[in-house]
């Protein structure tokens, strides 16, 4: 028996979400069903986060076990020719049997796309949350700033989150604007049902001058979810990056066209 891990990408809005269902299509299940063909037996997939219905991914990590010896490329392309088009495999590797692509990550990366711009957008649509109002990125930033670290973020977590602590380190949480286009990127050691939707609906208030630059910190001291604001919509959401100790050698970040990390310059 092996262990295989492979890298996934997939538009959230063709799914409800990623863990199988009996009432409705999940990313789990076609990914399953494709590697499946190609083991001929069933293959069960561990992932590196669960996401809701309409998040997309860029960067999602899973692996399973297998008793079926395929080449890399056999599993990477016999999967891809099953999958529909709103989800793929970008890599397939064998790895370490100690490998877990859940609790082995150290580090997990989002990112929030807003459009931010006083028309809608045909192109953009599912894919990034339109905010018609101009935004103060200062404020965003300052906001942003007062959540990095280790905290108790019962206030950012959704009622239903079954985490067992509500206590997460944020490594880093950005927000960077090119033109129309804001990218809120939050990277931390695990993250909270909500958490990132939350973390973004706060920083939305503060730069439409909804909320003064404190209401990050006030809404984190409080511990109350009740209190805070409203859960930004699914569809502007992305697993964008899961990281791993180097000793297992999965692929580096591919080097496919990023329009977005321009941003960042």
Do not use: K
């Not at 990477?76 to 590797?93: H, M, T």
């Amino acid at each position: 028996m092996g262990r295989i891990a492979a890298g996934i990408e997939y538009d959230g809005a063709a799914f409800h979400g990623w863990q199988r269902q009996s009432h409705a299509t999940s990313v789990q299940e076609v990914v399953e069903a494709a590697l499946g063909g190609v083991a001929d037996s069933p293959v069960e997939l561990t992932c590196a986060g669960r996401t809701d219905a309409g998040v997309h991914a860029r960067g999602q990590v899973v692996h399973f076990d297998t008793s079926a010896e395929r080449s890399p490329r056999a599993w990477l392309f016999g999967a891809n020719s099953e999958l529909p088009p709103a989800v793929n495999l970008r890599w397939v590797q064998p790895v370490a049997e100690d490998f877990h692509a859940r609790y082995g990550a150290t580090r997990r990366t989002y990112r929030y796309v807003l459009l931010n711009q006083n028309t809608r957008s045909a192109l953009a649509a599912g894919r990034a949350l339109v905010v018609y109002r101009p935004l103060d990125l200062a404020a965003m930033q300052a906001a942003a700033a007062d959540l990095v670290g280790e905290h108790d973020f019962s206030a950012f977590r959704a009622a239903q989150c079954q985490a067992r602590s509500p206590v997460r380190r944020i490594d880093a949480l950005q927000v960077r604007r090119r033109e129309a286009w804001v990218v809120v990127e939050v990277s931390a050691n695990a993250f909270l049902h909500h958490m990132v939707r939350n973390i973004v609906g706060t920083l939305l208030a503060v730069g439409l001058g909804d909320a003064p630059v404190s209401r990050a910190r006030e809404q984190l001291d409080s511990r109350r979810r009740a209190t805070g604001e409203a859960t930004v919509a699914a569809h502007g959401l992305y697993l964008w990056q899961v990281e791993y100790p180097p000793r297992f050698g999965l692929p580096a970040d591919s080097a496919m066209i990023d329009a977005l990390e321009a941003a960042g310059n």
